[in-house]
């Protein structure tokens, strides 16, 4: 007997063999390509799953700040409309005193005058430190946003929808409006020209530039 056994499988025995490896081989190629294919679309999905995480806590910082910002600049609303209404007194209380009386008053009288004068202009300095702004609109176009109407006052000369009178200022708090200011605005007068468009070349008279 030989050192090799002889293989005693027929030619058809060997050849079923052959193609179960090769069918058991291509099984396993099959199986880690489906495998690396789930892998490649689980990481797709992650990845998009981290860009949607990552855009909404970039919205929420965004929105968190807005509000914050916000939040400063229009915390002193309520309190600083309640302090124009202090300062219109004030202001009212100045002009209820006759020019007459502020020339004759003694240094007493105008102390008193001089020290409700200073607290008006403190406050609202203090009041402006905070973001709060004097709406003064005179000689401006009317704007609903900012300007509250209470007469109109006929006037040719003036284009139509100006403030020509400010009967109370207004005030601003950040983009927003504390209190409109009250005004007259004019009525009657032109509107505002259109912008007037570049004349065109007319067109060329060739026998008129050979007489030249």
Do not use: W
């Amino acid at each position: 007997m030989s050192d090799q056994a002889k293989d005693e499988r027929t030619p058809e025995e060997i050849a079923q063999n052959e193609t179960a490896g090769e069918a058991a081989a291509g099984a396993e190629i099959g199986g880690d390509y489906e495998v690396v294919v789930k892998l490649i679309k689980e990481n797709e999905e992650l990845k998009d799953r981290a860009l949607r995480a990552a855009a909404d806590m970039e919205n929420l910082r965004r929105r968190t700040a807005r509000e914050l910002q916000d939040a400063r600049t229009y915390a002193i609303a309520n309190f600083a409309r309640e302090m124009l209404s202090v300062s219109d007194n004030l202001q009212r209380a100045l002009d209820a005193i006759p020019a007459e009386a502020k020339a004759a008053g003694d240094a007493g009288f105008k102390a008193l005058i001089e020290g409700v004068e200073l607290t008006e202009r403190a406050m609202l300095s203090s009041l402006e430190r905070h973001g709060v702004k004097k709406l003064s609109p005179q000689g401006e176009k009317f704007d609903p946003n900012f300007h509250q109407a209470m007469f109109e006052v006929p006037n040719p000369t003036v284009p139509a929808n100006t403030v020509v009178e400010v009967v109370q200022p207004g005030y601003s708090i950040g983009d927003r409006v504390l209190r409109p200011a009250m005004v007259g605005v004019s009525k009657g007068g032109p509107k505002q020209a259109p912008a007037e468009a570049p004349a065109e070349p007319g067109p060329v008279n060739e026998q008129a530039e050979k007489d030249a």
